[in-house]
């Protein structure tokens, strides 16, 4: 099994310790200084509401659509909804079997790229443009005429 399945592997243990309420479980996915960022209203920040114990597991569930490996494996995607206008993505880093950064998206369409010195594959994107390859982009279908502000992230 290579890394990239590895990590995947470990990111659906996570959700799945977070369904049955194993708090222990997860911290031990987790590194002590998860390097967090998000993206939408302040008042759905519901994983890391989850990760540091400000809400029960009950509270809001994330159960992924999709789970899956990019920029070799070292990040994973995941992304599901609640409901019917609770869209969400989550992107985790992992390193030596530990999250160590997570990207929470609300209501956001994401796309992943590969950038910077250490991607092995350009796209180009007309004359002297350079863009990362796309890696990912995520499905959300929302109830009709519903956009969404749309954000890249690059790893």
Not at 1 to 24: A, F, P, Q, T, W
Not at 83 to 98: F, K, L, R, S, T
Not at 109 to 126: D, H, K, L, N, Q
Request: net charge negative.
């Amino acid at each position: 099994m290579d890394i990239g399945e590895r990590n995947k592997m470990l990111v659906e243990s996570l959700y799945e310790s977070l369904s049955k309420g194993d708090m222990e479980v997860a911290a031990g996915i987790l590194a002590e200084d998860v390097d967090w960022w998000f993206h939408g209203p302040p008042r759905c920040q519901h994983m890391r509401r989850l990760l540091t114990g400000e809400a029960g597991p009950g509270e809001f569930q994330f159960v992924p659509r999709q789970v899956t490996q990019v920029g070799g494996g070292r990040w994973v995607v995941a992304e599901g909804w609640e409901g019917q206008h609770a869209y969400w993505v989550h992107a985790w880093e992992v390193e030596n079997g530990v999250i160590t950064r997570f990207r929470e998206y609300f209501n956001t369409s994401v796309t992943v790229r590969e950038v910077g010195p250490g991607s092995s594959e350009m796209a180009f994107m007309g004359p002297n443009k350079k863009a990362g390859m796309q890696l990912w982009q995520s499905e959300a279908r929302g109830p009709l005429g519903r956009s969404m502000p749309g954000l890249v992230l690059a790893v």
